[in-house]
């Protein structure tokens, strides 16, 4: 699997295509934020610390993922609720510093607590009992017409009896307000892009699981919709080579910058992006 990149000067062959370049839905949505965001994620590299609002969402997808291992009769809250621990153990191996945002034992067990939390609420949307998920944690990627090699995690795709899929994405924040759905579906619809171009059926539904406001947004696609979802992210992947090639990363100031890591050397806060990485464009 490739990374998140801009025009590579050595393009990769994926399926029999020289693909120039990679993008996932979350570096697609940095640079339609804020372009400098995106330059400081994808091309400088910066670091960026581990937050408790991260790690709880890597914990409660762990244990979801997990919880359909389990026979449908137990998968139940309480043995959801055993399971944060054992997630909790094995992500703080792979994250550093993620044992260092509780220095005591009470600061660590309330935050478990609010990872138990979510789950509680996750058992009153759905029923995993009478569920059989396909897929779980599945890597979808398509090679669009641009040569845009588009990729991503599906959180759960369900499959019906007569081929009909359903994307389900989990997410253990709030859900957004009334009139940026349209927004909070984004990521869902290149998923289904992606499954469309690799699988030929237009997936039946996509649906964002809200732990933290414990709401179920659901959206039926249809081939008009991945038709311009394609045209869209066709043309952010342009934008992205165009700001590549000119070296204009410009940011764009809203209120998402309050939780920025980078807010330091952003120009619209006074700040100095370091210099762009020496790079050798292609002939």
Not at 150 to 175: E, W
Not at 248 to 253: A, E, K, N, T
Request: proline share 8%; with cysteine.
């Amino acid at each position: 699997m490739i990374p998140d990149s801009p025009a590579e000067e050595h393009s990769t062959v994926v399926d029999g295509v020289n693909v120039l370049g990679a993008l996932s839905p979350s570096r697609a949505s940095d640079f339609m934020s804020c372009p400098l965001k995106y330059r400081f994620r994808v091309i400088d590299r910066l670091p960026e610390p581990v937050s408790a609002d991260a790690l709880r969402g890597t914990v409660v997808h762990r244990v979801l993922e997990r919880l359909f291992d389990l026979p449908p009769a137990e998968r139940t809250a309480e043995r959801a609720a055993a399971m944060v621990e054992p997630s909790w153990a094995e992500v703080r191996e792979v994250e550093p510093g993620a044992t260092e945002l509780f220095p005591t034992d009470d600061a660590l067990g309330r935050w478990l607590s609010t990872c138990r939390a979510a789950l509680d609420v996750y058992f009153t949307l759905e029923d995993p009992t009478r569920l059989e998920p396909a897929e779980r944690e599945l890597y979808v990627e398509a090679v669009l017409e641009s040569k845009l090699l588009l990729r991503g995690f599906v959180d759960r795709l369900d499959v019906a009896p007569d081929g009909a899929m359903r994307i389900v994405d989990y997410k253990t924040g709030r859900a957004a307000g009334r009139g940026f759905e349209a927004k909070a579906f984004f990521q869902l619809k290149l998923y289904a892009l992606a499954l469309w171009r690799t699988r030929g059926v237009v997936p039946a539904m996509l649906q964002l699981v809200y732990l933290g406001s414990g709401e179920v947004l659901r959206y039926e696609p249809d081939e008009s919709d991945l038709v311009a979802t394609e045209r869209k992210i066709d043309a952010i992947w342009q934008a992205i080579r165009a700001a590549q090639e000119s070296g204009d990363w410009r940011p764009s100031p809203s209120r998402l910058c309050d939780w920025c890591h980078h807010r330091s050397l952003c120009p619209s806060f006074g700040g100095t992006p370091p210099a762009l990485p020496e790079r050798d464009l292609p002939e």
